[in-house]
């Protein structure tokens, strides 16, 4: 089985356009310091908590990452360099929303990412989900036309699967909205809450793939888990999944990889 942890490490703009479809700042037109100050906080104090207790289980991260971030926070891009974590881009910040967006305008804001990522690493960028999970129909074809490999807007499988595209190959990885601590933001569960759904959902998963290879996703925001009141259930949760055996601690581009390289075998 594998297990890919997920921490969405986002930009969110103190000013943003006007691009329809949601307000980001609910508080606004009063400048909303507490939407915009919790957000900072994660990338200031609360990555790194995450990262102490990742590091101290040798747990890779693939970051789903705004990629505005990194041009705003240059230590978190050199950490994730240093670390080796993998990304997938989370869009440019997480205030510019895709819904509605004409074809031409969302070709060219992907080819943005693909291109930052290109210019601070020298690589390509290998996974996309929508900003704020926002998208269009357009968004697989896209991102395909773009040359990356996996996709994390469908939340359909717990397996990889290969999805339809007008041209080149996209696959979806399993992403999760249920095993995601944005449920403990908006339902007002806790972080023991949370953690027990992550044992709970890997429980399950790794007694089903001892036939059949399963796919956990953890997903993570540090604004959220980050806080000094949920980082220990956050550890208790991931200390549960690594004392398994059969479980692969690995990242996005790992595991669409391996699915890659499979179909292709099978194809021969």
Request: aromatic share 12%.
């Amino acid at each position: 089985m594998a297990v890919w942890v997920v921490p969405n490490v986002e930009h969110y703009e103190y000013l943003p356009p006007a691009t329809g479809g949601r307000d980001a700042w609910p508080r606004t037109p009063h400048p909303d310091v507490l939407g915009y100050g919790l957000r900072d906080f994660g990338n200031r104090v609360g990555l790194w908590r995450i990262a102490e207790v990742t590091d101290d289980l040798g747990i890779p991260l693939t970051l789903s990452l705004n990629l505005a971030n990194w041009l705003h926070y240059p230590e978190i891009f050199e950490a994730s360099e240093a670390r080796g974590w993998d990304v997938m881009a989370h869009g440019l910040y997480n205030t510019r929303y895709h819904w509605e967006m004409p074809e031409q305008a969302e070709r060219e804001a992907i080819g943005q990412c693909v291109e930052i990522y290109r210019t601070l690493t020298g690589r390509m960028l290998r996974g996309w989900f929508s900003p704020a999970a926002t998208w269009t129909k357009n968004t697989p074809d896209l991102v395909a036309e773009a040359g990356i490999s996996y996709y994390c807007d469908w939340y359909h499988d717990d397996q990889p699967t290969q999805m339809n595209v007008r041209s080149g190959q996209l696959i979806t990885l399993p992403y999760q909205m249920d095993i995601n601590d944005a449920m403990v933001w908006r339902h007002h569960f806790e972080a023991d809450d949370f953690a027990q759904m992550v044992i709970d959902h890997f429980d399950t998963l790794w007694r089903e793939g001892a036939d059949h290879g399963r796919v956990v996703c953890i997903a993570l925001h540090p604004y959220i888990m980050g806080q000094p009141h949920r980082i220990r259930a956050l550890e208790r949760a991931l200390r549960h999944v690594v004392s398994h055996d059969k479980v692969w601690m690995a990242t996005g581009a790992e595991i669409a990889d391996w699915y890659l390289s499979d179909q292709w075998s099978e194809a021969l």
